[in-house]
Every structure is written in C-alpha cells, then in structure tokens.
C-alpha cells in the first residue's frame, strides 16, 4: 500500500476526530447543564446580550443568519446548543457508515468548542 505522507496525516486525523467524538459530545451536554445551573440568575431581562465581562460581546451566526446577531444571552445558549447538536448529529458530517469524514468537520468541531467556551466565560 502506498500511502503519501499526506495521506498518512489525513487518515490519522480522521481517526483522531473519531476518538474525541464522545467526549465532545459530553462537552456539549455539560454545557447544557451549565445553562440550566445559571438560568434563575442569567434571563433576557439580567443578560441582555451574550457576554465575557463589559467588553467582550458575542453575536449568534448560524447558516440560516444572514448577518450576525446579537442576542439575550439565554437565547444565545439555546440557539447553541441546539446548532451544536444538530451538527453532532449530522451523517453527513459525521458519517456512521465508515465513510471519510468530510473536510469540513474540523472547523466545524473547532467552532462548537469555540461557542461552548462562550457559555463558561459568560457564567
């Protein structure tokens, strides 16, 4: 079998993602946990904007949000995690049939822990 070196790196990537899937996906439902933890404290009303502190505020964008938006930040965190589930979901992100996992996936991965991070430096 001949296998480029950048073959190699991309089939040990793959199986790489392949591992950290469940966790990541215990990432995400910790997170949802985190939301219902602070939702007594955390309402549109006391959290009108998704934030880090008084300088740092997050818009919500998504494939179906043409400009970026910004949100109450309970909102924000079901928008979140309902996005992030439905990726993690997604066969054609995540194929269960053995197939290559699409180049997209990474970024895609990269964006959930970006947003997940968002909800404990908001909390």
């Known amino acids: 079998m001949n296998v480029t070196r950048k073959g190699f790196r991309d089939l040990e990537l793959q199986q790489a993602l392949v591992h950290v899937i469940g966790p990541f996906a215990g990432a995400c439902t ?58 993690l979901l997604d066969q054609d992100l995540l194929p269960l049939d053995g197939s290559p996992m699409p180049p997209e996936l990474r970024p895609v991965l990269s964006q959930i822990l970006r947003r997940l991070f968002r909800v404990y430096a908001h909390a």
């Open 30 to 87: 910790e997170a949802v946990r985190v939301v219902s933890f602070i939702s007594d404290i955390c309402t549109d009303r006391t959290c009108p904007c998704m934030s880090a502190g008084e300088k740092v505020h997050y818009h919500w964008a998504d494939e179906t949000t043409a400009v970026p938006e910004l949100l109450p930040a309970p909102q924000y965190m079901r928008r979140l995690v309902e996005w992030a589930d439905a990726k």
